[in-house]
């Protein structure tokens, strides 16, 4: 049943951040790059605001039915990274807002600070056409910085609640 599958995933998340949020924020190599992760993330939002990107976006989704944030797309979602949103104050939603569109798709676009990396490095071809390459490339570099950043604080997470497991156990 593909509509439980998220909401497994969000329980997860919810859980390990019930778990080992203060853990993890305790933790100064996480917390160090959670507030990293954090300023990065408002830089490329920052950009595509900026840029005309995150305009373009919006008009595509809703004057022309948008496309690539359809549903679906949230299966790329791991619980490590729900619980980074969480722990960047993000609050999962327990149903999508649009039926045919991504479970974490709101009315002001994702409603996530850290997306997967396909929702991320995503440029249709519209958007490369109407954006200046100047621009684009820029964008690419910001984002580039900080889907290094989140995948590298993904694995830290990911192996320090894996370890943390293995501590606990009798």
């Not at 439980?4 to 305790?26: F, R, S």
Request: charged letters at 25%; hydrophobic letters at 35%.
């Amino acid at each position: 049943m593909k509509p439980a599958y998220i909401n497994q995933k969000i329980a997860i998340a919810h859980d390990l951040y019930d778990k080992w949020a203060g853990t993890l924020e305790e933790n100064s190599a996480i917390a160090a790059q959670i507030r990293e992760l954090s300023a990065r993330l408002e830089d490329s939002n920052s950009f595509s605001l900026r840029s005309g990107v995150s305009q373009a976006c919006m008009l595509c989704d809703r004057d022309e039915g948008g496309s690539c944030c359809g549903a679906g797309i949230e299966d790329r979602y791991t619980p490590e990274l729900l619980l980074i949103n969480l722990l960047l104050g993000a609050t999962l939603p327990e149903s999508r807002h649009w039926a045919n569109s991504c479970h974490f798709l709101g009315e002001r676009g994702c409603i996530l600070p850290a997306r997967d990396i396909l929702c991320v490095n995503y440029l249709c071809s519209k958007l490369k056409k109407s954006i200046p390459p100047e621009n684009l490339l820029q964008l690419q570099q910001v984002n580039g910085s900080q889907m290094e950043l989140l995948f590298l604080l993904h694995d830290r997470i990911r192996n320090f609640v894996s370890q943390e497991r293995v501590n606990r156990e009798p």
